[in-house]
């Protein structure tokens, strides 16, 4: 049915209208609720006992009685009214009571009166009837009456005493003078004005029923329609003229007829009849209604009855959804990973999850009633649990708790997280709680502990110092064998200075230039350098490694290096020159064979060492074709070619590999070349050092960077299918939820809050904050993932730079080929991705008023193009090479074979070019 023939937008013209309605009625009614207590009294009512002037006549009753037995002077109790006594019997009973009214005089009425039912059929309030019998029980008072009437005919005709002669139609003074009216020509006039006053009413009630959504009409005892309202035209097609006179039957239908016929007969006896009904209307939809049948009358005298039809289809359709919501809120709360539940300000369980209730052993949601933490836990835990409660509403704080506890003899650990339930008035009512088993991440961090000692205890036997160099603060942070290696006291604070002054200062500035290049390329560096150690100056040598590690974003760096005192090898290569012995050893302990080249005498000499580095037998004679003999046949022509560099004065430092008895062995060859003063070669001295071991750590580091680079493509995949998961579940299910929420909040404000104004405004006060919970809801899941982007890279990079330019108020282009070109999802969330990071990028950091981005299809490649006329930046400061930002956006395109290009000159903008394969590769994850 529609709803819209009163365009009654407001709650409160709804409530008007009823009150209306019943003010309407002929009879005295009041209205009581549950509680026995006056929620409504019309205006015949008022009249009858006399607070017509009263503004409020609910409150007016409750300060005082009006209903006495016959005697006058003993109160009638109202729970013994014949309304009340109509819910239990079904039938409506009829009792002559007497009416003291506010000026103190007595009116006997005769009090009947009926249940008023809901839309389900449960009686909430009740209806009492009260008919004044004063003409036919007591003469006294209508002699008195009519005494009135008398006295206000002679004020009217501005008469004191007069007289009235039926002849002429004339009123006398005491005088015997005719007063200048006729009072029957004035009693006329009175009752055609009222004849027009009640035709006026009735039809001003007729057209508000006809407005009426609900199907309104009233049939004699012979089942004859003697009014019906415009309703019943949308229902079955009879208009109200047409409809009167009419058979029920005839209206309705037989199948209607015959399931409606127990009921008719019930009301034609004096019972109220209430059920629901299924019914297909004019237009052939099938509709659910409630119905309403209220006899005319009372029992033995009825006179025909009242139907009353409402449309309840949303209603149903209404209670599914939320009964459906319900069931997926209730199912979502249960696939929590973890045990999660909510308790009062008193500690009482209010609600929880399947995972809490297994834990704790209940069966069922229904018997937490009443339940605190005493009745599941120890005495001592549960007050630990009461107390934390307690902290948690006062200080209105979220805390976290990590709990040791054994289960069948097995150490376990929990981690706890508790907050505050709070109102939008500010009021605490109540904490939530999530607790989820971290015992095997604490076996995890206990692991890692233990691989930390033993790499300590390593370091320790190797001679390997590690430390970390702040460059904000200055100062660096040693483990023991720093100390140890530099002859500084444990725990003495280090910084620069400290450290600079224990370096050779013939090895500082090249020490200071490798620092330098490790914080501008922010790629690692190796290098030698000798300190003098400060606590017996004694001369060392070490061998650093360092690497830059920090927050870029917040301009903290840390030099991260290894220190390795290298003093004992250099020592060993220095006795080299002079001890054959000193040299086969020293080249034993360090895997480095040499050997030498004479041109003079055209020979070439191997160590020991270097036979056994190339799996030759000892003492085999040894020229330049059999070393590359021993050379891996892919790398002769680079071994030959360097050597013959180096012949014209080239360095010669070289990695390469051999084959030595079926084994490939990576070398290192080094070697000092010495040249006669006309230029030619004439010897050199080389060695050859076997790098195996550490080539293969190369490649495992290597490796592990590969392995971490298609960890993090993995992770921002699995990121991107969690946003749109969250997205669509925040905007499916909790937007429906929600949606369902207000729905039934605006049924709680129409059952309950008619006559409670404070209920009223505090309903209306959730509706605004459901109302901006959705937005919010809505906000949360465009922020997760644009719906844009499921439309097509340009939808969402449009939809991207109208919310920037809303926000930020900077100009932003947009520019795209006309004609459109198919992209992948990956693809296209990798392109999004890049323009939101770079948009964020200018909004934090250029100072722009106008960036233009720019994307179409080249040469099989997908091209991005963001330019910003900020501020720029220098690319090879160091605080920029580390922004993740960047790195970012290198490593997004790096996910799917693609490149990036950033270039910036400080004053003159910044330009990003990303060029990322069209069929790209994909890395295998």
Request: with cysteine; net charge negative.
């Amino acid at each position: 049915m529609p709803n819209s023939r009163l365009n009654l937008t407001k709650f409160e013209h709804e409530t008007d209208l009823l009150y209306g309605i019943i003010d309407s009625i002929k009879e005295a009614v009041i209205v009581f609720d549950a509680t026995h207590k006056v929620i409504c009294v019309n205006r015949a009512a008022k009249l009858l006992l006399g607070i017509d002037s009263t503004p409020d006549p609910a409150t007016d009753w409750d300060e005082r009685h009006y209903l006495f037995f016959s005697d006058g002077n003993t109160p009638f109790p109202i729970d013994r009214l014949p309304c009340f006594k109509s819910a239990d019997t079904g039938m409506a009973e009829t009792i002559e009571l007497r009416v003291k009214r506010a000026d103190g005089s007595n009116v006997p009425v005769s009090v009947s009166g009926r249940g008023l039912a809901d839309r389900h059929g449960n009686i909430s309030a009740w209806l009492a009837l009260l008919s004044d019998i004063s003409p036919q029980s007591d003469p006294e008072n209508n002699c008195c009456d009519h005494a009135a009437y008398v006295d206000q005919y002679r004020r009217l005709a501005g008469i004191d005493n007069w007289s009235w002669n039926a002849i002429n139609d004339r009123a006398y003074s005491a005088n015997a003078q005719a007063a200048d009216i006729s009072i029957k020509k004035y009693a006329e006039n009175l009752l055609r004005e009222k004849e027009a006053e009640i035709l006026e009413n009735q039809q001003n009630l007729r057209s508000v029923l006809n407005h009426m959504p609900a199907m309104i009409g009233y049939w004699d005892k012979n089942l004859i329609n003697k009014f019906g309202n415009k309703a019943y035209e949308e229902w079955f097609g009879y208009t109200a003229e047409s409809l009167l006179g009419k058979h029920i039957r005839e209206v309705i239908g037989e199948r209607l007829y015959a399931l409606n016929k127990p009921f008719m007969d019930a009301v034609l006896v004096g019972q109220p009849q209430y059920f629901q009904r299924t019914i297909v209307n004019f237009s052939g939809e099938t509709r659910y209604t409630q119905a309403a049948y209220l006899p005319d009358g009372a029992k033995g005298h009825v006179k025909g009855f009242f139907v009353l039809v409402t449309d309840i289809t949303e209603l149903k359709s209404a209670q599914k959804r939320i009964g459906e919501s319900e069931a997926r809120l209730r199912a979502m709360y249960d696939s929590l990973p973890f045990l999660a539940w909510m308790k009062d300000k008193d500690g009482k369980y209010i609600q929880a999850n399947k995972l809490w209730l297994q834990a704790v052993g209940i069966d069922n949601l229904r018997d937490l009633t009443n339940i605190t933490d005493f009745d599941i836990w120890p005495e001592g835990l549960a007050k630990h649990y009461r107390a934390v409660d307690r902290e948690v509403m006062l200080t209105r704080q979220q805390v976290s708790l990590t709990e040791r506890a054994f289960d069948a003899g097995r150490e376990t650990w929990t981690e706890t997280i508790k907050a505050p339930i709070v109102d939008d008035k500010d009021e605490v009512l109540g904490t939530i709680g999530l607790a989820r088993d971290i015992t095997e991440s604490r076996g995890a961090e206990e692991q890692l502990r233990n691989y930390s000692e033993r790499l300590r205890l390593a370091t320790k036997a190797a001679a390997i110092g590690i430390c970390e160099w702040d460059l904000a603060v200055g100062f660096a942070d040693w483990d023991e064998r720093m100390y140890e290696i530099f002859g500084i006291p444990v725990g003495t604070p280090v910084d620069y200075q400290t450290w600079a002054a224990l370096v050779v200062a013939e090895d500082l500035p090249r020490t200071k230039a490798k620092l330098r290049k490790l914080i501008r390329d922010q790629q690692e560096e190796h290098w030698e350098f000798r300190i003098r150690r400060q606590s017996d100056g004694a001369l060392r040598f070490i061998q650093a490694s360092a690497i830059i590690a920090g927050n870029p974003t917040s301009d903290a760096q840390k030099i991260v290096g290894v220190n390795i005192d290298v003093t004992n090898f250099k020592l060993i290569e220095n006795a080299l020159r002079d001890s054959e012995a000193h040299l086969a050893h020293a080249q034993a302990q360090a895997h480095l064979g040499s050997w030498s080249i004479d041109i003079r005498d055209n020979s070439l000499q191997w160590s020991d060492e270097n036979y056994r580095i190339f799996g030759t037998p000892l003492g085999t004679p040894i020229d330049y074709e059999h070393f590359l003999d021993c050379i891996h046949p892919r790398d002769r022509t680079f071994v030959d070619t360097a050597w013959q560099a180096a012949i014209r004065g080239e360095p010669y430092d070289i990695q390469h590999r051999i084959v030595a008895n079926g084994k490939v062995k990576w070398l290192r060859e080094r070697a000092e070349l010495e040249f006669a003063e006309d230029g030619r070669f004439v010897r050199c001295i080389g060695t050859s050092q076997d790098i195996t071991e550490l080539k293969e750590i190369e490649k495992n580091l290597e490796s592990s960077r590969l392995q971490l680079r298609q960890l993090a493509a993995r992770r921002e995949k699995a990121r991107e299918e969690e946003r749109k998961r969250m997205a669509r579940e925040v905007h499916d299910e909790l937007g429906q939820m929600l949606t369902a929420l207000r729905m039934e909040i605006s049924l709680l404000r129409i059952k309950f809050a008619i006559n409670n104004q404070g209920l009223s405004e505090q309903i209306r006060n959730i509706m605004e904050l459901l109302d901006q919970t959705i937005q919010v809801t809505r906000d949360v899941a465009t922020s997760l993932r644009p719906s844009a982007i499921e439309m097509g890279v340009v939808p969402a990079l449009e939809w991207l730079v109208r919310k920037f330019s809303e926000q930020s108020g900077i100009q932003c282009d947009l520019l795209y080929p006309e004609d459109d070109f198919d992209m992948d999802e990956e693809c296209a969330i990798v392109i999004f991705r890049i323009a939101q990071e770079s948009l964020t990028n200018v909004l934090r950091h250029a100072a722009a008023s106008k960036v233009s981005i720019s994307v179409n299809l080249d040469s099989d490649h997908y091209c991005l193009q963001i330019y910003d006329n900020g501020r720029g930046f220098d690319t090879n400061a160091p605080n920029k090479t580390k922004s993740f930002g960047l790195i970012g956006i290198r490593e997004r395109s790096l996910m799917l074979g693609g490149e990036t290009n950033i270039s910036s000159i400080p004053g003159q903008g910044t330009s990003i070019q990303v060029r990322i394969p069209a069929n790209p590769t994909r890395p295998e994850l």
